[in-house]
């Protein structure tokens, strides 16, 4: 019987510690992990439910956690920065940018009224290199810009397709325009 009392004594206290987390706090909890026997949090996601245990990390379990983060982020379409630096997306998107400023203007109206804003937004293609969407994010505060930046991506488009290292049906990016108007120095 005393047994019986401690064992549901260590489940009830064990219950407590549980807390719940989304994918990639799960994945950016395991990777703060300084060597393979430290404790840490592993996510049972990896096991198929939001929740983790306090458990030894082990290398595979990051890989895992990284994949389930991964599977996560496509399933949610979270968007990927155009100014990633992970090497499956950096080839690729910077070829994305160069398409995108080729055909990007300072609207002149804008320039000449002196007019500057800072805008994100977020577009969908296809792994073909459609263009399946586009919307704002956080505006400038000025709409002759965000319809600038807008049109900048539609008339960017299509995109190469995916290369072979984005094993990805479609992908989110997320973009952020900054306009600043150029004023030529004076000279006595």
């Not at 990633?84 to 070829?95: E, P, Q």
Request: net charge negative; charged share 25%.
């Amino acid at each position: 019987m005393k047994k019986l009392i401690i064992c549901f004594l260590v489940f009830l206290f064990a219950m407590k510690s549980v807390q719940i987390l989304s994918a990639e706090e799960a994945y950016e909890a395991e990777m703060r992990e300084e060597s393979e026997h430290e404790y840490c949090k592993i996510s049972a996601l990896v096991h198929g439910v939001n929740q983790y245990t306090p458990c030894r990390m082990k290398f595979d379990q990051i890989r895992s956690a990284k994949e389930a983060y991964e599977a996560d982020r496509e399933e949610h379409e979270y968007p990927v920065s155009l100014d990633t630096t992970d090497i499956k997306y950096a080839s690729y998107f910077a070829r994305i940018r160069h398409q995108i400023e080729r055909v990007w203007i300072y609207p002149s109206d804008a320039a000449k009224r002196g007019i500057s804003g800072d805008l994100n937004l977020t577009f969908s293609i296809s792994k073909d290199g459609n263009l399946l969407g586009a919307r704002l994010l956080d505006r400038s505060g000025y709409e002759i810009l965000d319809m600038a930046a807008l049109k900048a991506v539609k008339e960017a488009a299509p995109f190469y397709p995916f290369p072979s290292t984005i094993q990805r049906e479609k992908l989110t990016i997320q973009a952020n325009f900054i306009y600043t108007p150029n004023f030529a120095t004076i000279a006595p």
